[in-house]
């Protein structure tokens, strides 16, 4: 990542980037990780979304506390917990910027490789169609999520063809506009670079940093995601098969 510094933003610039973060019960990590993300990304125009995905515990107030004390953050709530990919998408649709990056709110993906991602994302010739992924290539979680991650990626990689070895990395970067065109249903997160393939875009991995847990415990579990994972990948197998894309002429 470049250490040169950003030119501060002009004020009141519209948004360039919108960082959508989608929590549940993560009150201890709100106010860190939003002082994270604004420092990371202080010469980028950007707006911060959070969604909280029907928090029981004091989520919801240590966001309208930090929201308080941080202009750019915009602040959405789920009456209930409807699942972490109905929350990107809660914030996705509501963001202003064209680009989006989205974050675990956990803090373990680090907001310190978003200029990076950004920077890589404005030199393609072909951003407008581009997915970026983060790839946590040192993953600091229990050995039990290092194998089922490992497991599962492989598999979706052997039957999706999508050649992404990380899908389950929170830390993503793509326009807001190619998202909205693919279908959205429970856990589609984790198919984002297939979903994307199959409208004709393409992914790139990039290298993130991943740091350990320090404050909180996870909210969507691993068995939870091993109980769903078969049902999902057949249907995005049933997609890519259901869709051709179309090549216009000039």
């Known amino acids: 990542m470049s250490d ?11 948004p360039l980037l919108a960082v959508v973060v989608p929590v549940r019960n993560e009150a201890e990590n709100i106010g860190p990780l939003v002082a994270e993300i604004s420092a990371a990304l202080r010469g980028i125009p950007h707006e911060i979304i959070y969604v909280d995905d029907g928090s029981t515990d004091a989520t919801h107030a240590a966001l309208l506390q930090t929201a308080a ?6 602040v959405l709530r789920h009456a209930a917990s409807c699942g972490q990919s109905a929350a990107i998408v809660t914030g996705v649709r509501a963001a202003r910027a064209a680009w989006i990056a989205t974050l675990d709110g956990d803090g373990q993906n680090d907001p310190a490789d978003i200029p ?13 169609r581009m997915l970026v992924a983060g790839w946590r290539v040192h993953r600091k979680d229990t050995s039990v999520k290092r194998l089922s991650s490992r497991f599962a990626n492989g598999l979706r990689a052997r039957l999706l063809g ?9 830390l993503k970067l793509f326009p807001r506009a190619l998202f909205l065109e693919l279908p959205p249903f429970d856990h589609m997160h984790r198919y984002l670079p297939a979903l994307v393939l199959r409208v ?35 249907g995005v197998m049933w997609l890519q098969r259901r869709w051709k894309r179309p090549q216009i002429l000039p």
């Open 200 to 234: 004709g875009g393409r992914v790139v991995s990039r290298p993130v940093n991943h740091r350990p847990r320090t404050r909180g415990v996870s909210n969507y579990g691993t068995l939870d995601r091993a109980l769903v994972g078969i049902t999902d990948l057949l």
């Open 116 to 128: 990076a991602l950004w920077a890589f994302a404005q030199e393609a010739p072909d951003a407008a």
């Open 69 to 74: 004390a941080t202009p750019v953050l915009r």
């Open 4 to 14: 040169a510094p950003h030119p501060p933003p002009a004020p009141d610039a519209p």
């Open 162 to 170: 999508d050649a992404t070895p990380d899908t389950g990395c929170g």
